[in-house]
Every structure is written in structure tokens, then in C-alpha cells.
């Protein structure tokens, strides 16, 4: 995470150091001990957003139940088509990465739905169907172009969009398998550490309530809290 290892590096020095920083005990630990090490430092807020991240998802759940609510409270004895104001698009960020142009083409679709509420009030984003094409394939060109110029900001999943980007018919068959042979020992490492990351004690509890909260928002459940 490159994230992490540049909020870190200030903190590095040399071997004699008597308090070596937190990058430099990543470089040293195992790699199970070191993912949980780095675990924590996000969880804890330092580089990450993952309990900020399920925080937000809770709390727009609780004003959009406020707002339900409300609207029932004024509008139970009379018949209204009033549509909610309160309106949350939830986006999968390996979604984004991989599907960069079919991702922005969704935002875009959801701030300038015609259901939007500043959109029935005059006040919204309004594009037609080919100026959401065209900035969803400008947006798509420039990530890509980030992607395979090595950009430190941006942040791609190896084996799938930055192949795409910096893969060419110039490749040679060797240089195609030597990929393929890396990916899936890249695949294998990253399974084991997940797993261990799921057995343990404490994280896998914490990360798993966490990724439920957002596998039920991607998918439009709403279960109340």
C-alpha cells in the first residue's frame, strides 16, 4: 500500500536507530505479522478509512430511516408521491478499478438522475447522454495513462487494470507467461495472508462485520442499525 509505506518513510532512519519506524518493521516482519501490524495502524486511522468507512455507512442508513420517519409522520393520512431526499450510491472500489469508464458512467447516471432531489428542485447536475460518454471515457483514458506511468496516487489492481494498460502486441510469448507465472504466485501470497487475516481472533470478527455492512450496502440492502 503505498499509502501507508509514504506516510511511514518520514519516520524511517538507519539501522542504528534505536526506534526504527513502522515501514522499517514492515520490512522485517513475516508477512502475516506485518499485515497485521499494518492492520492496525488503518484500522486505527493512520493511512485508512475502514472503520470510518462503515461509520458512514451506518450513519446515512440512520438518517435515511429518520427521514422515512419524518415523511411518515406528516404524510399518514394523506396519499403523497413526495420521493426521498436522502439518496446514497455506494461504489465498490475494485469496481472502479476495474470498470473505470462503466463506474464513472454510474456516478454520473446517480447525480444526474432525474430522481435526484436538487434535480427536482432545479438545482442538479444535469448531462446528457453523450457528455456522461465523454467524461467517463476522458476519466477512463487518464486513469489508465496514470496507471502505466506509475503514478504513486493512483491505485490499480496488478493483475487486471494495469495489465490492461501497459500490456502491448509487442510482448513476447516468454514475456506473456513470465506475467502469468508472477500473478498467480502474487494470487497465492495474497490468498494465504487474506486467510490468516480471516482466522484471526480479533481482525477476522472486526473485518468481517465490516465487509458484510458493505456487501449489503453494494447491494442495496437495508438493514437498519
Request: neutral net charge; proline residues 3%; charged residues 20%.
Given at each position: 500500500?503505498?499509502?501507508?509505506?509514504?506516510?511511514?518513510?518520514?519516520?524511517?532512519?538507519?539501522?542504528?536507530?534505536?526506534?526504527?519506524?513502522?515501514?522499517?518493521h514492515?520490512?522485517?516482519?513475516p508477512?502475516?505479522?506485518?499485515?497485521?501490524?499494518?492492520?492496525?495502524?488503518?484500522?486505527?486511522?493512520?493511512?485508512?478509512?475502514i472503520?470510518?468507512?462503515?461509520?458512514?455507512?451506518?450513519?446515512?442508513?440512520?438518517?435515511?430511516?429518520?427521514?422515512?420517519q419524518?415523511?411518515?409522520?406528516?404524510?399518514?393520512?394523506?396519499?403523497?408521491?413526495?420521493?426521498?431526499?436522502?439518496?446514497?450510491?455506494t461504489?465498490?472500489?475494485?469496481?472502479?478499478i476495474?470498470?473505470?469508464?462503466?463506474?464513472?458512467?454510474?456516478?454520473?447516471?446517480?447525480i444526474?438522475?432525474?430522481?435526484?432531489?436538487?434535480?427536482?428542485?432545479?438545482?442538479?447536475?444535469?448531462?446528457?447522454?453523450?457528455?456522461?460518454?465523454?467524461?467517463?471515457?476522458?476519466?477512463?483514458?487518464?486513469?489508465?495513462?496514470?496507471?502505466?506511468?506509475?503514478?504513486?496516487?493512483?491505485?490499480?489492481?496488478?493483475?487486471?487494470?494495469?495489465?490492461?494498460?501497459k500490456?502491448?502486441?509487442?510482448?513476447?510469448?516468454?514475456?506473456?507467461?513470465?506475467?502469468?507465472?508472477?500473478?498467480?504466485?502474487?494470487?497465492?501470497?495474497?490468498?494465504?495472508?487474506?486467510?490468516?487475516?480471516?482466522?484471526?481472533?480479533?481482525?477476522?470478527?472486526?473485518?468481517?462485520?465490516?465487509?458484510?455492512?458493505?456487501?449489503?450496502?453494494?447491494?442495496?440492502?437495508?438493514?437498519?442499525?
Amino acid at each position: 500500500n503505498h499509502r501507508l509505506q509514504q506516510s511511514s518513510q518520514p519516520q524511517q532512519s538507519s539501522s542504528n536507530h534505536p526506534h526504527p519506524g513502522f515501514y522499517t518493521h514492515l520490512l522485517n516482519l513475516p508477512p502475516t505479522q506485518g499485515l497485521l501490524l499494518a492492520t492496525t495502524y488503518l484500522l486505527l486511522g493512520h493511512g485508512g478509512d475502514i472503520l470510518r468507512m462503515a461509520n458512514n455507512i451506518i450513519k446515512l442508513r440512520q438518517l435515511q430511516l429518520l427521514e422515512r420517519q419524518i415523511h411518515y409522520l406528516k404524510h399518514q393520512h394523506e396519499e403523497t408521491h413526495e420521493r426521498n431526499k436522502v439518496q446514497v450510491l455506494t461504489m465498490s472500489m475494485d469496481h472502479f478499478i476495474l470498470h473505470p469508464k462503466e463506474a464513472t458512467m454510474q456516478f454520473l447516471n446517480f447525480i444526474s438522475s432525474s430522481n435526484s432531489a436538487k434535480n427536482r428542485d432545479g438545482g442538479g447536475v444535469k448531462l446528457t447522454l453523450q457528455e456522461k460518454e465523454e467524461i467517463a471515457t476522458r476519466y477512463e483514458q487518464m486513469y489508465y495513462e496514470k496507471v502505466t506511468a506509475g503514478d504513486e496516487h493512483i491505485t490499480s489492481l496488478s493483475s487486471s487494470s494495469s495489465n490492461k494498460a501497459k500490456s502491448s502486441d509487442t510482448d513476447t510469448n516468454d514475456t506473456v507467461e513470465k506475467k502469468k507465472e508472477s500473478m498467480v504466485v502474487m494470487n497465492e501470497s495474497s490468498m494465504k495472508l487474506e486467510t490468516s487475516l480471516r482466522e484471526n481472533v480479533v481482525f477476522g470478527r472486526i473485518l468481517g462485520n465490516i465487509e458484510n455492512l458493505v456487501e449489503e450496502s453494494l447491494r442495496g440492502v437495508h438493514n437498519w442499525y
